[in-house]
């Protein structure tokens, strides 16, 4: 930035502030919205113009996949087949979810447990 000029704007945002030009702003006086907060700071603008215009990254689409699972199993009585069928599908989203993430072995261990199972039936 140019030496001196974040002094200037300072200086412009008090005065404003002061003259009452902040009053009527659109959603002012009204609760912060913290969707985002599961999203790291720097990626939050990103995000949110991607959200805007109808579109989530795959990881956050398959965590609310997961959040509306996880409420239709409580709505459901317990033991019925229905909840089953929901509790396998939740433990694939989430081992989904799991193996999705950068840097993850648990994705590399489960097919490596799997080969290994594989080997054993086979021999």
Do not use: C, W
């Not at 009527?24 to 985002?36: I, Q």
């Not at 459901?76 to 939740?90: A, G």
């Amino acid at each position: 930035m140019i030496p001196g000029f974040e002094a200037i704007v300072e200086e412009r945002i008090k005065k404003a502030q002061q003259e009452g030009q902040f009053d009527n702003l659109e959603g002012s006086k009204k609760p912060l919205n913290f969707d985002d907060l599961n999203v790291p700071e720097e990626f939050r603008l990103a995000h949110k113009i991607l959200k805007n215009s109808g579109f989530l990254p795959p990881e956050i689409e398959l965590k609310k996949k997961i959040a509306s699972t996880q409420e239709l199993i409580g709505s459901v009585e317990p033991n019925s087949p229905q909840r089953q069928r929901l509790q396998k599908k939740l433990n694939f989203l989430l081992t989904k979810l799991e193996t999705s993430r950068p840097g993850s072995t648990s994705g590399s261990m489960m097919t490596e447990l799997y080969r290994e199972q594989l080997i054993n039936k086979i021999s």
